[in-house]
Structures are given as structure tokens and as C-alpha cells.
């Protein structure tokens, strides 16, 4: 087959693990919330209440999708799939395994932050055309938020690019294999001096995906829905579907980058090998749990508590961190 | 890829950034006119990717269209006092009039004058890595690339000066 077919069926392997993991998520997301708040969840249609993210696609499908008089028809229409372009883009340089991957790109770390750099755009578009206060305010908060933590999130992982020597995806995840005293996995988790790197990187990448203890952009209680407030039927599905792929995202990321991507050291290396696309999801997904358990535990905090946090702390902690632990890893190596 | 395909995307991008540039002086809404700009920066990514110089068209992405791009749409939308501010009427004003035809002029000239001096740049066989990139920018180029940084840096204190701070 040619490089192109090839080419094409990885761009449509990457949209349908985008589309079936937003199924699996959405389903997820309710049944973690409602098992935080004391409640059972989705209970009645399929088994525990499985078939109901299905049934939910199919209603969004065949609803009227409205367009409001005074929208900016052109960026209105536009603005979903702008939204939802980078977050597919932002597949590409995931491993999945050492072989399951869809480019093996140099600057891979580089290349998922720049595809995460251009979804504030899309909200933005979303929140100016949508031609409503709520939803412009959203935008807003949207893009100065997300440029805000851009910065830290991209120094904040920087140490570990010194450490490997390499901003390939691949060898950061190749560089965490095997153990220390035969017990604990070699994983940049276990080392003290990527602890305030992570710290940064939780913060910084919750923001980013516009989770709730920051998802000030579309804060029911005070801006309606935010960007989305105009938006109905499948193009309202598309918004919510990049929103729960970005959050698969960063938590992928994390994986690759803290807990050893797809190894698992306890194992022979020829299962690893085998189960890692498996080995790789499960921590993604565990990485998920965490994101939602955050997010039913902690209330929204405030706009210019984040924007505060975002310019005044965690920019200047990760600037000193890499001069930091650049020191340590030349003296060390 | 071969060299049809190549031709085909080369001809969809400088047509995307030629005709973005056009629709962004053409439009008369400033909102609009800042969208075509992002598609203008991203074409021109699209172009060095297709010279096969990932780096620098990552870091277009991510400086121009990812900050650039949405700081002159923060700053357009925060200014607009009402939405329909928007619209400008079509000015032209002689003295831009002057400018664009010297500009043009002076275009017109050196490409006439040194086009002939000029030879079409030769791709080397083996395009060169990120981190053979990383290490001229870090040995050879190592005294420009510190300027270039001091120089953002005086402008970053310079602009926080600027803007007044809490204690002045």
C-alpha cells in the first residue's frame, strides 16, 4: 500500500479511538461522579447502565441543530471543528507501544504541546461568534487561562527532556525501563527530583484540558455554559467530544512521561511487549480516574486565582526548578 | 512522498497563505481579519514542514499561531467596546497609498537587480535532526542565540516596567 493509504487509516485509527473513547469516558465520568456523590449513576439501559452514553450519541445526533439570528455564521460553523482538529492532531506522537505509534517524531513532547497550544483558538472562535456575553466571557477566560499555563507546562517537563536527551515520546518512555532494587519500577515518579516537575504538570495540564477545579470557561453557576452556550446537536457533541479527548491527552502524557508509558517492569519483557498498546490505556485511564476524582472533590476556584497562580508562582517555581535540577543532573552524570 | 504530492500540497499552502494574507487586508471586520492571520501562520508552518524543517514549524505553531495569534484576538475582543465595533469602514488614506506602491517598488527592484545573483538552495540528502539542530544553535550559534535571548528579556522587563506594576 502506498505511504498515503497508510497514512489515512492512521489519521482514521486515531479518530476512532477518539470517538469510542469519548463513549467510554462520558460513561465513566458518570458513574465516578455519581459513585463520589453517594449515588448509583446510569443504571437502566444495557447492563449497569452501559448502553446509555450510546443512546445519548444517538439523541445528539437527531437533535435540531440551532443556529441563533446574530451568530457569526462562518466562525460559529467553523469554530467546532477548529476545536476539534488540533485535539486529533494531538494523537500522532502518542507511543502507544515501542511499535504501536502513528509517527515516531524527534520532537514529539514539542509536537503534542503545540497541538494543545491551538485549542484555545477554536473557544475563542466559539465564544466571539456565538454572539452572547456568556459565552463570549468564556472564550475569554479560555484562551487567557490556557496562556497563561502554557508557559509552565512546558518548562515544568523540561528537566526530564535534560535528563533523556531527547524530546522523542519513545525514549523518554524507553529511558524509565527496568527497576531499581529489583522492587521499585524506574519511573520518573520515583524520583525526588521530578517531584515539583509533576506537581506543575498536574496543575498546569488540568488547566490546559479545562478540568473542573479549573474549567472556569464554561463555570455552569455563573457563565451558563461558556463557550458552548449557543451550541446544540452534534456540534455541541463535537466541543464536549475534543473536551474529554484532551483530557485523555494529558493524562496519556503523564503516563509517558512520570510512570513509564507502556512497561510495566514486574513483568517478562516479551508480555510487555506484547500487552503494552493494553498496559498503556489502563494507566491512562487509571490517570482519567484521577482527573475525575479531582474534579468531584474540589470546588471551581476563581479566575484571577488561577490567573495569579498561573503568572505569579508556577512560572518563576518551574524557571528556577530546570536551572536546578540542570545543576543536578551535571553533577550527577 | 513523491514529487506530485509534494507539488499538490506545495501549491494548497502557498495558495492558502497568499490568499489568506489577501482575505485579511480585504475583510472589514477586525475579528475576521485576526482568524485569516492565524491561517496565514499556519500555512507558513504547513511550508517549512514541507522543507522538512519540523522544528522550526513546531515552534511557528506554537509561538505564532499558539500565543501570537490568540493574544491579538484577546486583545481585539477585550478593546471592542460593542460587537459591532467590529466593522471598519474601508479607508485607504494616501499616505498608506505611497507607502504600499514604494514598497512595492523597492520589491520589484531588488528582485530584478538580484534575482540573477540568486541560486535555488539545494536540500542535502540526509535532512539533519532536531538534535543536530540543538547543537549548532548551542555550539557555533552559541553567542547570538544569548543576545537574541537577552534582548527578549530586556523587552519582557521592559514591558512589565511599562505597564506600572503594583508599587509605582
Do not use: C
Not at chain 1, 477518539?18 to 439501559?45: A, D, E, F
Amino acid at each position: 500500500m502506498s505511504t498515503l493509504g497508510i497514512s489515512a487509516l492512521k489519521v482514521l485509527a486515531a479518530l476512532g479511538l477518539m470517538l469510542g473513547n469519548g463513549v467510554v469516558m462520558i460513561y465513566m465520568l458518570r458513574k465516578v461522579l455519581g459513585h463520589l456523590h453517594i449515588r448509583l449513576g446510569p443504571i437502566h439501559v444495557g447492563w449497569k447502565g452501559t448502553l446509555q452514553t450510546v443512546m445519548d450519541v444517538l439523541k445528539l445526533l437527531t437533535k435540531e441543530d440551532v443556529t441563533p439570528r446574530a451568530v457569526d455564521r462562518w466562525l460559529f460553523r467553523l469554530a467546532p471543528a477548529v476545536v476539534f482538529v488540533p485535539s486529533l492532531m494531538a494523537y500522532a506522537a502518542l507511543p502507544f507501544s515501542d511499535t504501536w505509534r502513528i509517527t515516531n517524531l524527534d520532537s514529539g513532547l514539542l509536537y503534542t504541546f503545540t497541538a494543545l497550544s491551538l485549542i484555545p483558538i477554536g473557544i475563542l472562535m466559539a465564544g466571539w461568534a456565538s454572539a452572547n456575553k456568556w459565552s463570549l466571557l468564556g472564550g475569554m477566560r479560555a484562551a487567557a487561562q490556557q496562556i497563561a499555563y502554557e508557559v509552565p507546562l512546558l518548562l515544568s517537563v523540561l528537566p526530564i527532556v535534560m535528563l533523556v536527551g531527547s524530546a522523542n515520546l519513545g525514549t523518554i518512555v524507553e529511558a524509565q525501563q527496568g527497576t531499581f532494587l529489583a522492587v521499585l519500577p524506574r519511573w520518573f515518579i520515583v524520583n525526588p527530583l521530578f517531584w515539583p516537575t509533576f506537581l506543575i504538570f498536574v496543575v498546569a495540564s488540568l488547566v490546559e484540558s479545562n478540568q473542573t477545579p479549573f474549567d472556569m470557561s464554561e463555570a455552569e453557576s455563573e457563565i451558563v455554559a461558556g463557550f458552548a452556550t449557543e451550541y446544540s446537536a452534534m456540534k455541541f457533541g463535537l466541543l464536549f467530544l475534543s473536551e474529554f479527548s484532551n483530557q485523555f491527552i494529558v493524562s496519556a502524557l503523564g503516563v509517558t512521561l512520570f510512570f513509564g508509558g507502556w512497561t510495566l517492569p514486574w513483568l517478562p519483557a516479551s508480555v510487555v511487549s506484547a500487552l503494552g498498546p493494553v498496559i498503556f490505556l489502563i494507566k491512562t485511564y487509571l490517570g482519567i480516574f484521577v482527573m475525575m476524582w479531582i474534579r468531584g472533590t474540589f470546588p471551581r476556584v476563581r479566575i484571577d486565582q488561577v490567573m495569579q497562580l498561573g503568572w505569579q508562582r508556577l512560572i518563576p517555581i518551574s524557571l528556577v526548578w530546570i536551572v536546578f535540577s540542570g545543576i543536578v543532573i551535571k553533577v550527577w552524570s | 512522498m513523491s514529487s506530485t504530492v509534494d507539488g499538490i500540497v506545495f501549491l494548497a499552502l502557498a495558495f492558502a497563505t497568499i490568499g489568506g494574507a489577501v482575505m485579511m487586508l480585504a475583510t472589514r471586520n477586525v475579528v475576521h481579519a485576526a482568524f485569516w492571520l492565524l491561517e496565514v501562520m499556519l500555512a507558513t508552518a504547513g511550508l517549512y514542514m514541507l522543507l522538512s524543517a519540523e522544528f522550526l514549524a513546531l515552534v511557528q505553531v506554537l509561538v505564532y499561531a499558539g500565543s501570537v495569534a490568540v493574544l491579538i484576538l484577546f486583545t481585539i475582543m477585550l478593546t471592542l467596546r460593542r460587537r459591532e465595533d467590529a466593522i471598519r469602514d474601508f479607508e485607504p488614506g494616501w499616505g498608506a497609498g505611497i507607502l504600499a506602491v514604494l514598497f512595492g517598488g523597492a520589491l520589484l527592484f531588488a528582485v530584478e537587480r538580484f534575482s540573477a545573483q540568486m541560486r535555488p538552495g539545494v536540500m542535502p540528502e540526509v535532512v539533519p535532526d532536531v538534535a543536530a539542530f540543538g547543537e549548532k544553535l548551542f555550539t557555533s550559534w552559541a553567542v547570538p542565540f544569548e543576545i537574541a535571548s537577552l534582548v527578549l528579556l530586556v523587552a519582557l522587563v521592559g514591558a512589565v516596567w511599562w505597564s506600572g506594576g503594583d508599587g509605582q
